[in-house]
């Protein structure tokens, strides 16, 4: 899947109108961008902080605030960040 990155809350890794290529993967580790949907359905492209063997919390690297982290269910990832525009 190719989409766009809309906002800021990965910068400096990733700039807002960056294209990103996601793809999924059987196994994700602490430190992988992924892109997961949230209850509201909403796309989020985050940094893996914490994994288990049933939900993944992501965290944008521009943000410092805890209460943004997003946890879910690990089938709640859409994918792993492969490549993205401008590099």
């Known amino acids: ?3 766009c990155a809309f906002g800021t809350s990965m910068k400096p890794t990733l700039g ?3 294209l990103i290529r996601i793809k999924k993967f ?3 580790k602490i430190g992988d961008i992924i892109s997961v949907k949230t209850h509201d359905k ?3 492209v985050h940094r893996i902080v914490e994994i288990t063997d049933q939900w993944v ?3 944008g690297d521009n943000l410092a605030q805890q209460w943004y982290e ?3 269910p690990l089938k ?3 994918g792993k960040l492969i490549w993205h525009y401008p590099e």
């Open 1 to 3: 899947m190719i989409t």
């Open 57 to 59: 919390s992501t965290k």
């Open 70 to 72: 997003v946890k879910l």
């Open 16 to 18: 807002r109108m960056n």
């Open 26 to 28: 059987s196994q994700y």
């Open 76 to 78: 709640n990832i859409e």
């Open 42 to 44: 909403k796309i989020h």
